[in-house]
């Protein structure tokens, strides 16, 4: 297709559409987290003996995992501040470091599991562990989402084009943080 | 004349702009993956159609061995019960998420939204063609389930586990991922295209065109894809852990484990009533548009039937229990839910009086359109009333899964999915081919139409009450429900479902004839107000290529006193 239509550069609300669209997007998934969370804490209320089971997560990695993901939210800031700027070679190196905290965050689950998973405290075990694997494993999967959207964003950046979307990748990059901090308590925390 | 805003003053250049038509695309760039919202449109249109036609099949099977029990029925053979399950299953997923859904707000949203807006297409096209592309592998993913062994998913389409979770229990196994995988690309598809539809409505209208100047349709079609983001999400997150249920042996629904059965209905009907309105709107604003022009009056409180769809969209969270009230919930919550559910028909009512207030005193032409509009306020009233029925929870207790609740939201969905559908194209057929339909073959389709459905599912109502469960294979094994009146009145049914089949294939022999050999259409056939009709018919790429419209008024302008045209176009100035 030659040109672009010029609905995608109108906006009548004043707001980038890309920023909208995002927006959206983050709405429709917070309702996702909401079904998983909402039903595990649901279980977590009826069954006291979760509380046993909690005990084995280590509040230790979590908290050195949350930790990870604000630093990495933070270059996500930093990346956007340097795209206003113009200068896409910093965003770009600004979101590689962002998804290198991704990267750290993830092998540390990666870690955590086979740890967990090898003294038997795996998926099937019982309708904690069922729900610690399926939330965790969900956001993981966002975690990834993001590392891949946002490495494409930093190659355009390089190059100066389409900066306006450094600030669109480091939105979301900070909604899939916010849910971390939900999890967080709620399966390490709370025993 | 219109006035128009020369496309560069929008910020392009205009040969840069009217390359989208003259531009020389290949067949595939241009049918097969194109990103022009209106060939988009056309895509789910049809895809929408097919499935109808497969999902109508199912109901003629399953039909006929409710009609005459253990016969080979034409087309399929002896329906097992295994079969039986898989077909009932089957009609009623395809029906909402492959029919209902694709085309009143996937066909009719991609096509109208940018042309009642006066954009020239969709804020992000290769979104849009992705959302195709990840409903049309949906639509495979739920067909393939019938060759595979085991054969497609038989636990009812809102899948309640155990019986969704047990291969002994539902009898599918592969078949039952399958159904599972398909209706989560399926809801998939649908976020993406509704982000779209948000984001043009809010940022690509047309200079000028404040809130309240936007057709109702579209209107409904934005609601209606907000709603459905916001309530489909934990469904999404259910459908997961179904997922793991049956494949990895977690339990999260199961109770010998630790899991709990009646989760999955929350979470299913959480999203399962709001979705009745995410189809329901669209219908409604479809409705709107249709009526206004042909009884030459503006809509009747543009902004009551606004709100009200608002405050439908809003009550429609706090109502899911009521398809819950003999699920062993708690009575004091089934009090709460009977008061949602029948405060919810108030808005609704008041849409239908909105409806019936705009007619009168109209100048009425009734056209085939005008009659399925008509129609659809007139069936869908009686859905609405016996919703009132069921929502009263001492009452519900008696109906549950009986016929009775089966031609309730027949009544509902059908004049919404259906009757709307039929009201929507071949009004806009004009514009979206550049032909005229034929308008006596038109009517005999109604009518063929509108006078069995009612001979469906009036009967089913009569059944219901006399006690007759839903998901019975063969009645005749109950004596109480083998009685000769109750053989007759099923018999009845199935013969008037065969004539509504039949009947549509009059519907496509009209639609195949008249694009073909049609009379030209005009731009504005109907003498309609909103912006669509001040593009070409059909619409080229970029819709108006010579300059995108402007607005200075509501869609509903019509036989304005101080005019002497009857309609006043929406791009004329004053
Ligand atoms: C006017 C307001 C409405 C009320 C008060 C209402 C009420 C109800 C109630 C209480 C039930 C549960 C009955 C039972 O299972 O025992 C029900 C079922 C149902 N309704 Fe409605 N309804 C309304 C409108 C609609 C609309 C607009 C639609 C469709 C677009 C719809 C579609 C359905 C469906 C599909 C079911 C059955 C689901 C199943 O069990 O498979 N209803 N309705
Ligand atoms: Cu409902």
């Known amino acids: 297709m030659s040109a672009t239509p010029i609905a995608t550069t109108r906006s009548t609300a004043g707001m980038p559409t890309a920023r909208l669209a995002v927006w959206w997007i983050i709405a429709s998934e917070i309702v996702i987290f909401g079904g998983v969370l909402g039903s595990y804490i649901m279980h977590r209320l009826a069954h006291g003996i979760w509380a046993d089971y909690a005990a084995n997560t280590n509040p230790w990695i979590g908290l050195f995992n949350t930790f990870v993901l604000l630093t990495s939210s933070l270059a996500a800031v930093l990346a956007h501040q340097a795209a206003e700027r113009g200068d896409g070679q910093r965003a770009a190196n600004l979101l590689y470091a962002t998804c290198g905290g991704g990267l750290v965050f993830l092998c540390v689950k990666a870690y955590e599991w086979s740890y967990e998973i090898s003294h038997g405290m795996t998926i099937t075990a019982n309708t904690f562990w069922s729900f610690y694997y399926t939330a965790a494993g969900i956001h993981a999967l966002h975690v990834i989402a993001g590392m891949v959207l946002m490495l494409f964003t930093a190659s355009w950046a390089k190059k100066n084009e389409h900066l306006h979307r450094v600030e669109i990748i480091g939105i979301y990059w900070h909604f899939v943080d916010v849910v971390w901090i939900f999890l967080f308590p709620l399966l390490y925390i709370a025993k | ?574």
Request: with cysteine.
């Open chain 2, 1 to 574: 004349m219109a006035e128009s805003i020369p496309v560069e003053e929008n910020g392009h250049h205009a040969g840069d702009h009217r390359d989208h038509g003259h531009h020389e695309m290949s067949f595939s760039e241009k049918y097969i993956f194109p990103l022009d919202h209106k060939m988009i449109a056309m895509q789910y249109m049809f895809t929408g159609m097919f499935m109808a036609l497969i999902g109508g099949f199912f109901a003629y099977a399953f039909r006929m061995q409710l009609a005459f029990p253990g016969i080979e029925v034409p087309g399929w053979g002896v329906v097992s019960p295994a079969d039986y399950n898989s077909l009932v299953t089957n009609h009623g997923t395809i029906m909402i998420f492959w029919v209902a859904m694709p085309v009143l707000i996937a066909a009719f949203g991609n096509y109208l939204i940018p042309l009642m807006i006066g954009a020239d297409d969709m804020v992000f096209p290769k979104i849009n063609r992705l959302s195709y592309q990840v409903f049309l592998l949906s639509a495979i993913v739920i067909l393939s389930a019938f060759f595979v062994e085991g054969g497609a998913f038989g636990g009812a389409w809102t899948a309640y586990p155990p019986l969704s979770t047990k291969a002994e229990y539902s009898l599918t196994g592969l078949g039952s991922t399958l159904w599972i995988t398909a209706v989560f690309l399926e809801f998939v598809a649908f976020l993406l295209g509704g982000i779209n539809f948000i984001t043009t409505c809010m940022n690509s209208r047309a200079p000028g065109m404040k809130m309240w100047d936007i057709p109702m349709v579209v209107w409904m079609i934005v609601i209606a894809s907000i709603l459905f983001m916001l309530s489909v999400g934990p469904l999404l997150a259910g459908g997961i852990m179904m997922l793991f249920d049956q494949n990895l042996g977690t339990a999260f629904f199961d109770p010998d484990k630790g899991g709990d059965p009646i989760l999955w209905q929350h979470l299913f009907w959480f999203f399962g009533h709001p979705e009745v309105y995410v189809v329901l709107l669209p219908a409604v604003g479809i409705v709107a548009d249709v009526m206004t022009t042909f009884s030459r009056k503006k809509l009747f409180g543009y902004k009551t039937v606004l709100y009200t769809a608002i405050g439908t969209g809003v009550l429609s969270f706090t109502v899911w229990a009521h398809h819950q009230f003999i699920a062993g919930i708690d009575p004091r919550m089934a009090n709460v839910f009977t008061v949602t559910t029948l405060l919810i028909s108030v808005p609704i009512a008041e849409m239908m009086f909105v409806y019936i207030a705009t007619l009168y005193g109209g100048s009425i032409t009734l056209t085939t359109p005008m009659l399925w509009a008509l129609a659809f306020i007139f069936e869908f009233l009686i859905g609405g009333i016996t919703g009132i029925f069921l929502g009263a929870s001492g009452n519900d207790i008696y109906m549950h899964d009986t016929y009775f609740v089966l031609a309730h939201f027949h009544y509902t969905f059908y004049p919404i999915a259906i009757i709307g559908t039929y009201a929507g194209f071949t009004y806009w057929f004009p514009k979206m081919f550049g032909r005229m339909m034929n308008d006596t073959l038109g009517k005999l389709h109604f009518w063929l139409t509108i006078i069995p459905f009612n001979g469906i599912f009036l009967p089913l109502f009569v059944l219901g009450a006399a006690g007759q469960h839903r998901r019975i294979y063969d009645y005749q094994n109950f004596p109480e429900l083998a009685l000769p009146w109750m053989q007759d009145m099923r018999q009845f049914a199935t013969v008037m479902l065969l004539i509504m089949l039949g009947a549509q294939v009059l519907f496509f022999y009209n639609v195949i004839t008249s694009w073909m050999s049609g009379e030209k259409a005009p731009k504005n056939p109907w003498k309609a107000n909103s912006l669509e009709w001040t593009a070409d018919s059909p619409p080229p790429h970029g819709n108006w290529p010579e300059g995108l419209p402007n607005c200075y008024r509501g869609p509903y302008e019509y036989s304005h006193p101080d005019r002497e045209e009857d309609y006043w176009p929406q791009n004329e100035p004053a």
